[in-house]
């Protein structure tokens, strides 16, 4: 086309006199205007080359400036004057570009020129605001395509002065034009001048410390090319500045500021071990010398892998592979800077990150031998990331665990021996150390989690105890004191508080006999008044009658005045019932109840005032005296029952109230029958049954603390959770149980009620039942064996089969193991009782239906046996029990089968005991029972089958129902009492109590192990020890023998194959290289075809070969150009699309300038039409080095919590919105 405008110029000059040629070169570039194509400029061009002429190029040369300002690229019809367009375009960007003085992101970003006039040929057209950002954004872009390496150097100098400023503007649209610019110019410059290089440093900094979000993007990205395309001067590396912006970047960065961070990082280390005076820059003092600078670029290589794993990735399973690499950043052997580990940690900490990453990097730090080798920086961390963590609530609350009889708060114990270990290990920092703590724990005082503030103090005082010239400063006591006095700390963590401080301060006081401070001096003698104290203490004292350690150093609060004159009023009142009342003071002793109960609602149920209340208003005195006028004016027994009952409901939520309310309800209860009825004792067991209390997190804590309240010396021993809180909650279960164990024998009529009541709620249940239901209780079920137990003999044959048959419909429909159990053990009794009732089993078991109820099926087996081996039953019912077992043993349901062939052995052992010959000489149950015993299964029964067993006879007893092994069936309720329990209760009752119907039996074996109770969370010590040792040894022949992957960012080390460049120009690509799973590719490969991609780029074309592949993509390969493109390629591949054909690079990534894709009205994101859509990879996503290329990045709205979604998803969703905009573009033309 060139070649023919040229002839047809020369045609034209030469049919044109030479006097008249000027005159026509200067018509045609005269006539030039905003409407003249392409082909007028080439003729121009063409016509100006054959006949130069000053004015003429003058004019060209304006107008094709003006056209590049109105965003139209014509230089290329006059490719001979490209570089006089450019350097005139330069000129233009510096003349509307005001740089400040300083240098510094000014608020209103750039100034421009804004009026400045465009020129058309001469014309001058005054212009606003912006139509200047229109025109210096078209320059810039038309300056970053058409550089070249013919570019003089003064216009170079002059285009980066001018972009530095621009780059800062806040004009987004300026802001990316001159960074692209930018770019384009370091990426043609080979080197730039010392001075060029600190202008674009301070540049940087100004932008990186913006606090606009895109600025920092901006800085980041123009960093991160530089240190691509440029060798830094030695000087700025040298700069610690330049090095804090990128830890920076690392810790508080969203994905995209840290991947561009890390490659940063990675590209600023071989620049900096290449000088050996920047060495000590990147090199750790205790390895600076002996560590190579091959050796030290391997290790921040492999320290961006681990970063890049733990924090962008976030993969549990590969987080917790990444223990080696920390155990061996965390040891003497690493040349990498402590100041990285402490990075990498504290973003590993950062709450945005998953519960489960943190909790795992936390207990790793508590466990490894961190290197504090960088003391400010150690310190910076610990302060400001571990400390916050490491106290939050729910780690303790998580972690309270059981063991060998003694609740343990394993997260808070590990804490106190970490914190102890840290300060016996690092001795030079164990004044800072401590003050971090303590100044947290002030920071905080009266916003703590009280129980962290237990157990950091405790580690600070292990420490301080057990190291020899260890020892605390006086500063350090008094903050600690300062602690201990706060405000909202629980009873039991105060004490421990105060005690810890108090023990302390009189050690201290000791060592330095010549302190005279007011403070620990006064710690000190209130520690020597609690030692006196607590020698006058005996067995039977508790904190409501002896107060606790606060309150004798402490001035009680009005509130705590009032709680003390309220307990003496309710303790006189009880001393005055001791002595004996008349019957006639009914209503006085009414309207003193009441009165008390009045106080204890204003005080706001205190837990002292509430411990005793249930003494008055259950005291034998008050309900005999209800009992005996009632008749005539029931006022003090509806008193005593509204209160007890409301007592009951508190103890829904203080499970503390349960023992003394219980106790008392018991001990009146038994020792007179009349009770029963005036307390209405009925209603008051079924409410505890339906609503057993449970311990509260709050009070297990309390428990935690006494324990180590109790260790902290031998003079604290009586200071237990029985001191604090009476007893225990079993204590009240165990009264229940036993109160109800001896009903039968002191009202007849009690017992059957409670079970008839009780068996009327579970047969009227909604069907089918869940599995966990919050009214059903085990406790509601020990009830009702108890009062089975002790209404069914004397039930007639009529009433005991009705309740048979209630008992058979609940069993039928109960699906929890632990209630199945009950129930069977219910109903095995109800037989031993009747047994005339044995046959109706067999009306059950033999139902041909064996598909309705497996279950149901399988517990009248396991019922029919027990039944079987009791003294009452005969041959007869086990032979034809054994002849039901034989179809059964061959059901096609799993559950009957195998548990007919369980019980058959069983009542065969029974048979030969029995000596049952028409059993035992059966060869048909011989073949069967051999066939069962051969399998393997048998010989190695599973737990259930182990644990499920009973034997109505031998195992009826107290302790078998409330702590049997059945009861690990299910995980759905936990044991609430146990033999010691009633050990006690029946010590402290009277011994002429009404006889019970179950035994005691004899305590369980005990156990050396529990599942429920075994630490899982940590190792011994020599074992940490021992791993952190392997751990550095592998890495570090890893490091010696194995060569790193050239990727920079990726942590797979993939080793990519060569292949061609086969691109193919369209107005839609997708480039899907950073993904490596074929059975994503395949899926890829499908969505892009099917929304019209032009080509779809992967690192190898014959993965399309893979089985994985077809299975997702069917057969879209072939009708989509799938073409090569490396990993490593894509920058330059897409940099030179944008550049030479204009694409748009689109990038499918959450950062802070993603933007939502699919919004509506004015949120629409336009697609370019032209457009490369690059989608990252599963794991890392985006690299930094492609993030910098990408001029969009789009997200896709989420609505639910899972962190994203797959990536063929990911990019079906951003085709389909590209198609859909093409088509609504398309119509929007039509119209």
Not at 602 to 631: F, G, R
Not at 1036 to 1065: C, I, N, V
Request: with cysteine; hydrophobic share 40%; glycine share 4%.
């Amino acid at each position: 086309m060139t070649g023919l405008r040229g002839k047809t110029a020369s045609l034209l000059l030469n049919r044109i006199p030479g006097d008249q040629r000027l005159e026509v070169v200067r018509d045609v570039t005269s006539s030039l205007g905003p409407k003249s194509s392409n082909a007028d400029v080439g003729f121009a061009a063409a016509l100006l080359k054959l006949q130069p002429e000053t004015r003429s190029r003058s004019l060209l040369l304006d107008h094709l400036q003006s056209q590049v300002e109105n965003g139209c690229d014509l230089v290329a019809d006059a490719p001979e004057l490209e570089q006089e367009v450019l350097a005139r375009v330069i000129e233009s960007i510096a003349q509307s570009c005001s740089l400040s003085g300083d240098g510094r992101i000014e608020n209103g970003g750039s100034t421009l020129d804004s009026g400045r006039q465009k020129r058309t040929n001469g014309i001058a057209n005054d212009s606003g605001p912006s139509a200047a950002v229109d025109m210096i954004t078209n320059s810039l872009r038309f300056a970053s395509r058409r550089l070249s390496a013919e570019l003089a150097e003064v216009p170079a100098q002059q285009l980066f002065s001018s972009c530095l400023k621009l780059v800062a503007s806040a004009d987004k649209s300026i802001a990316s034009s001159a960074q692209e610019a930018l770019h384009a110019l370091l990426a043609l410059r080979s080197q730039v001048s010392t001075e060029e290089q600190q202008m674009l440093w301070d540049r940087i900094q100004n932008l990186s410390s913006s606090n606009d979000a895109s600025h920092k993007t901006v800085g980041y990205s123009l960093w991160l090319r530089w240190t691509m395309e440029q060798s830094l001067d030695k000087s700025i590396l040298a700069q610690q500045t330049y090095w804090s912006l990128i830890v920076e970047a690392l810790r508080n960065g969203d994905s995209e500021k840290r991947k561009c961070g890390l490659q940063i990082l990675r590209s600023s280390v071989d620049m900096a071990i290449r000088e050996p005076s920047l060495v000590s820059m990147v090199a750790a003092q205790s390895n600076l010398n002996s560590s190579s600078t091959e050796s030290i670029r391997k290790q921040y290589a492999r320290f961006c892998n681990t970063f890049e794993t733990i924090v962008l990735g976030r993969y549990l399973n590969q987080v917790q592979l990444s223990e080696a690499d920390l155990d061996f950043l965390s040891s003497p052997q690493s040349a990498v800077k402590p100041v990285w580990l402490y990075t990498l940690l504290s973003s590993a900490m950062d709450q945005r990150l998953q519960e489960s990453n943190r909790k795992f990097i936390g207990t790793w730090i508590m466990t490894a031998n961190i290197r504090v080798d960088d003391a400010g920086s150690f310190l910076t961390f610990f302060r400001n990331d571990f400390i916050p963590w490491v106290t939050a609530g729910y780690l303790f609350t998580s972690s309270l665990r059981r063991e060998e009889g003694q609740l343990r708060c394993q997260h808070g114990d590990q804490l106190a021996t970490y914190i102890a270990q840290l300060l016996q290990s690092y001795s030079e920092l164990t004044g800072d150390i401590a003050d971090a703590i303590l100044d947290s724990m002030l920071a905080r005082k009266n916003n703590n989690f009280a129980y962290s503030m237990v157990y950091q103090v405790e580690g600070l005082a292990q420490a301080w105890e057990s190291v020899e010239g260890l020892e605390p400063q006086a500063e350090q006591l008094e903050k600690l004191a300062k602690i201990s006095t706060g405000s909202a700390i629980p009873d039991v963590a105060r004490d421990f508080a105060l005690a810890r401080c108090w023990k302390l301060c009189y050690a201290y006081k000791q060592k330095n006999a010549a302190l005279t401070n007011s403070t620990i001096e006064t710690s000190a003698s209130r520690w020597q008044r609690l030692q006196d104290i607590t020698k006058g203490l005996d067995a039977g004292i508790s904190a409501q009658t002896n107060g606790t350690i606060a309150s004798s150093a402490l001035d009680p609060s009005k509130r705590e005045i009032n709680e003390q004159a309220a307990l003496r009023k309710c303790a006189d009142l009880i001393e005055t019932l001791d002595r004996g009342v008349d019957q006639d003071e009914a209503d006085r002793h009414n309207e003193l109840v009441n009165d008390l109960w009045t106080d204890m609602e204003y005080l706001e149920y205190p837990k002292a005032l509430l411990i005793a209340l249930p003494e008055l208003v259950l005291h034998p005195e008050l309900v005999s005296m209800a009992s005996v006028t009632a008749s005539s004016n029931d006022a003090l027994a509806q008193t005593l029952v509204k209160k007890t009952q409301a007592l009951l409901e508190q103890a829904d939520r203080r499970s503390y109230l349960l023992a003394p309310i219980v106790s008392a309800i018991r001990d009146v209860a038994l020792s007179s029958p009349e009770a029963a009825s005036t307390l209405k004792l009925e209603d008051s067991i079924l409410y505890i049954a339906e609503h057993p209390p449970t311990t509260t997190i709050d009070s297990q804590l309390e428990e935690t603390a006494s324990c180590l309240l109790k260790s902290m010396d031998p003079s604290l021993v009586r200071f237990s959770y029985e001191y604090y809180f009476g007893e225990r909650a079993s204590y009240g279960f165990a009264a229940l149980i036993d109160m109800t164990n001896r009903l039968g024998n002191l009202n007849n009529g009690l017992a059957e009620n409670l079970l008839k009541r009780i068996l009327e709620k579970w047969v009227k249940q909604r069907l089918p039942p869940p599995t966990v239901s919050q009214w059903k209780t085990s406790l509601q079920l020990q009830i009702m064996l108890l009062c089975a137990e002790q209404y069914l003999p004397r039930a007639n044959g009529t009433e005991a089969r009705k309740l048979l048959k209630d008992f058979y419909h609940i069993l039928s429909v109960e699906p929890l193991p632990t209630l199945r159990y009950i129930i069977e053990w219910t109903i095995a009794r109800a037989y031993i009782h009747h047994p005339s009732l044995g046959q109706t089993i067999f009306d059950e078991l033999s139902t041909k239906d064996h598909h309705s109820n497996p279950k149901f099926l399988a517990s009248l087996m396991k019922i029919g046996v027990t039944i079987a081996k009791t003294s009452t039953s005969d041959e007869a019912f086990a032979m034809k029990l054994a002849t039901v077992f034989v179809p059964l043993a061959a059901s096609s349901k799993v559950v009957i089968r195998h548990e007919a062939q369980w019980q058959v052995p069983i009542l065969l052992d029974h048979a030969r005991e029995k000596q049952w010959r028409s059993i035992i000489e059966s060869t048909a149950f011989i073949a069967l029972d051999d066939f069962i015993r051969s399998l393997e299964r048998y010989s190695d029964p599973p737990v259930d089958r182990q644990i499920d067993q009973l034997d109505p006879i031998s195992d009826h007893n107290l302790i078998h129902l409330i702590s049997g092994p059945w009861w690990d069936l299910d995980q759905v309720e936990q044991r609430k009492c146990q033999h010691s329990d009633f050990v006690r209760l029946l010590a402290n009752s009277s011994p002429a109590l009404p006889a019970p119907c179950l035994p005691l039996g004899p305590p369980p074996p005990s156990s050396t192990t529990s599942s429920a109770t075994t630490n899982t969370t940590q190792e011994p010590a020599d074992a940490a020890v021992n791993r952190v040792r392997r751990n550095v040894n592998t890495i570090s022949s890893t490091l010696t023998s194995t060569p790193l992957p050239s990727s920079a960012l990726q942590t797979k080390g993939t080793s990519y194959l060569a292949t061609r460049d086969a691109a193919r120009p369209t107005s839609l690509i997708v480039i899907a290289s950073l993904v490596d799973n074929p059975h994503n590719l395949g899926g890829l490969s499908r969505v892009s075809e099917i929304f019209g991609a032009g080509a779809l780029y992967v690192t190898n074309p014959t993965v399309a070969s893979s089985k994985d592949f077809v299975a997702v993509s069917v057969s879209s390969h072939f009708h989509l150009p799938i073409l090569a493109l490396l990993p490593d390629d894509i920058p330059s591949f897409v940099a030179e699309k944008r550049k030479e054909e204009g694409y748009t690079i689109v990038g499918i990534e959450q950062t802070d300038r993603s933007v939502l894709i699919g919004g509506d009205g004015k949120e629409v994101v336009a697609l370019p039409e032209k457009c490369i859509l690059v989608v990252g990879s599963e794991r890392e996503g985006i690299p930094a080095k492609v993030l910098s290329e990408c001029g969009l990045l789009v997200e896709i709205e989420q609505v639910g919590v899972t962190r994203s979604l797959n990536v063929q998803t990911a990019a079906g969703i951003v085709l389909a919105e590209y198609v859909r905009q093409r088509r609504v573009e398309k119509r929007e033309r039509a119209t």
